[in-house]
């Protein structure tokens, strides 16, 4: 499981899920010196993977370019191309650390395919086995099959214990892929999965902040989409990295909620920096320029929860 920002009071509003649904409540931001992860020996992403999405409903194309744009950004960057600030590909580091210790090599994950079934092919209310239909219309191997719905579609547990989920499909004679969906929550609960950048509908009600691309519905998909990739790559089929119970397990972001920069506390995602121009705040800054508000993940080597800022 991996989890999107919740601060104090707040329920984790992602989970892990295979076969079957699970969920942790936070009730308390975790104890990042006590956490250690620990390898159950499971298969890992490995090689090149090709990163395809598959858009669900209506997207615009500045909206499919801040998504795309980002999983870009987790290469370094192409030479010639230089970032002035703290980089996503730095943030994908984290991990990277994770894979020293099992001592397998790093996946090299790419931007592939784009999907478009913007005719609501299933219908504007989905269920968890519609997820994992959609996810399979990307390719099936060598990959992570993004399912990404518009802010007017509901699905099974959005909003109501989650934000985004990531999972394994079951085995077919093409093998077996790892996927994620993540929803816009612009219109149905920016509160829960759009923190900070919308004031929460618990907590303290400190003021929200300006998102980075200047759309809060999929600046906060880009959160919780984070949060997914590196709960795919550590934990893709549920016995790599975790700590906890399996059917509720830590992952890397999950272990580290609400937390974006240093001096974080519940409802305070932390000293971040602010763009002079707009003031929008964010912590990475990735392909063409683009900035971006990116969780902290667990740092397996020192237990603790790493940021860029």
Known sequence: MASSTILIALFVCTLWFQSSLAARP?????????????????????????????????????????????????????????????????????????????KKRFPKLTLGAQILDEGYSLGKSLSNADIEKLAAKGPPRNAVNIVLTSSDVAVQGFCMSRCGTHGASSRTKSGRFAYIWVGNSATQCPGQCAWPFHQPIYGPQTPPLVAPNGDVGVDGMVINLASMLAGTVTNPFGNGFFQGPKEAPLEAASACPGVYAKGAYPGYAGDLLVDRTSGASYNAIGAHGRKYLLPALLNPSTSQCSTLV
């Open 26 to 102: 936070v009730t308390n931001p975790v104890d990042d010196q006590t956490l250690t992860m620990r390898y159950h020996k499971g298969a890992l992403l490995t090689g090149s993977i090709s990163v395809n999405f598959i858009w669900y409903g209506k997207f615009t194309p500045s909206q499919r370019a801040i998504l795309s744009d980002f999983v870009s950004s987790l290469s370094s960057p192409k030479s010639g191309e230089h970032t002035a600030g703290p980089a996503v590909a730095t943030w994908w580091t984290t991990a990277e650390e994770y894979y020293k210790q099992s």
